[in-house]
């Protein structure tokens, strides 16, 4: 099984900041990588797929990169509703395996 | 607009059964790949169990092969999960989730685009 290991666990941030959130995999996923966002008492959305392309109505502050065993997803200038929390997940193997998630929080 | 509704949770004893459905709607459910993915309570995603858009084509996480079973009926565009033999460990908020593909093999371009809001599963004694 493909382990995701998302970093940092938690971030602070202000409003109108950059967020940088990672995923490492424990083998290549080559690009085979989506990231999704989840707010409290909310489903998740999908936000990136295929590591860098960005999903219909995702705001162009979001963007993802990467590709192999390492990830990463970018917000740019901060908005209120972007403070939750991020999963990756791989679909390079079965099983499709998330990470445990990063929560973005206001500083 | 495009919807999933689950519906089937509740509560249930160690060892016993509870079939959970998701009913979509607004959309060509045919063509689509579908998935089940939980969440226990104050933790992660994690995923279940993914069909191919004709049901011919499915796959488990290794925690519960064996136990759940995936299918649908795409007269009544209605996705099902089977649970035998739950475990404590089985609660969780289960979502059912459409996938942008038809199948879904590995490796897998795209994502799961839409998702319901969830059913409760409880395993208790």
């Known amino acids: 099984e493909i382990v995701l290991t998302q970093s940092p666990a938690t971030l602070s941030l202000s409003p109108g900041e950059r967020a940088t959130l990672s995923c490492r995999a424990s083998?290549?996923?080559?690009?085979?990588l989506a990231w999704y966002q989840q707010k409290p008492g909310q489903a998740p959305r999908l936000l990136i797929y295929?590591?860098?392309n960005r999903a219909t109505g995702i705001p162009a502050r979001f963007s993802g990169s990467g590709s192999g065993t390492d990830f990463t997803l970018t917000l740019t200038g901060l908005e209120p509703e972007d403070f939750a929390v991020y999963y990756c997940?791989?679909?390079?193997?079965?099983?499709?395996?998330f990470g445990q998630g990063t929560k973005l929080e206001i500083k | 607009q495009v919807q999933l509704v689950e519906s089937g949770g509740g509560v249930v004893q160690p060892g016993r059964s509870l079939r959970l459905s998701c009913a979509a709607s607004?959309?060509?459910?045919?063509?689509?790949?579908m998935h089940w993915v939980r969440q226990a309570p104050g933790k992660g995603l994690e995923w279940v169990a993914v069909?191919?858009?004709?049901?011919?084509?499915?796959n488990y996480a290794d925690s519960v092969k064996g136990r759940f079973s995936i299918s649908r009926d795409n007269s009544k565009n209605t996705l099902y999960l089977q649970m035998n033999s739950l475990r404590l460990e089985d609660t969780a908020l289960y979502y059912c989730?459409?996938?942008?593909?038809?199948?879904?093999?590995?490796?897998?371009?795209?994502?799961?685009?839409?998702w319901g809001q969830g059913t409760t599963v409880t395993v208790s004694s």
């Open positions: 295929d590591a860098s």
């Open positions: 989730a459409r996938d942008q593909a038809i199948v879904v093999a590995v490796p897998a371009e795209l994502g799961m685009d839409v």
């Open positions: 083998q290549s996923v080559s690009f085979y």
């Open positions: 069909i191919s858009y004709d049901g011919s084509n499915k």
């Open positions: 607004a959309f060509t459910f045919s063509s689509y790949a």
């Open positions: 997940q791989q679909r390079s193997n079965w099983p499709h395996t």
